[in-house]
């Protein structure tokens, strides 16, 4: 587990843009334009050894999300 959570506030208002933009608002999985209310912003690598920077953060659309579950 990480030793400190974000804030939502943050998460939501500095990092999911900053994800958003810099993979051009497209899913990395399938390049389908994303909008922020319908995207997820995942961690490649979750769990103890994720962090929040932008290089382990990706964008992912709703749909490839759903194929996960
Ligand atoms: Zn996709």
Not at 6 to 20: D, G, K, M, S, T
Not at 40 to 48: E, F, K, L, N
Request: charged content about 20%.
């Amino acid at each position: 587990m990480p030793k400190s959570r974000l804030p939502y506030v943050v998460w939501y208002q500095n990092i999911r843009p900053a994800v958003l933009k810099r993979d051009n608002y497209r899913c990395t999985s399938c390049s389908k334009l994303v909008s922020h209310d319908k995207c997820h912003i995942d961690h490649i690598i979750s769990g103890r050894f994720g962090s929040n920077r932008l290089s382990n953060l990706r964008t992912l659309c709703i749909s490839f999300i759903k194929t996960l579950q």
